[in-house]
């Protein structure tokens, strides 16, 4: 009895590992804007902040972080068609979409996953 009730709670905890992808189609979104306070931040030319979005995993929340970041993502066929995404903290792994919570396995403003993929 132990044994199929861990099983079966390892099994439950591997089914709770969800990305982004599994819920928002995020290649169809691009990049718009990003805000800290209120005002507009640059982000570097060659950040690709989808693809690092892409690969995050759902977490429980509520996250919390002293540097906030607003970032938006606009559809790219349906220009009225936006995404927020708040981002937390200052290394800025944790964000949310809607009530969800992800986290990163990086900066989703670092460009090391895109140097690993042309590796």
Known sequence: MKMLLSTVSLMLLYGCQHTVEDFIRIDDYEFCSLTELGKEI???????????????????????????KLLRL???GNAKDTLSVIVYGKDNRYFRI???????????????????KTK
């Open 74 to 76: 606009v559809n790219k």
């Open 42 to 68: 640059k982000k570097p030319n060659d950040v690709d902040v989808i693809a690092n979005i892409r690969d995050s995993k759902r977490i429980k929340g509520p996250v919390i972080g002293y540097c906030v």
């Open 98 to 116: 809607d009530n969800e919570y992800y986290e990163a396995k990086k900066s989703i403003f670092s460009n090391d996953i895109n140097n690993n």
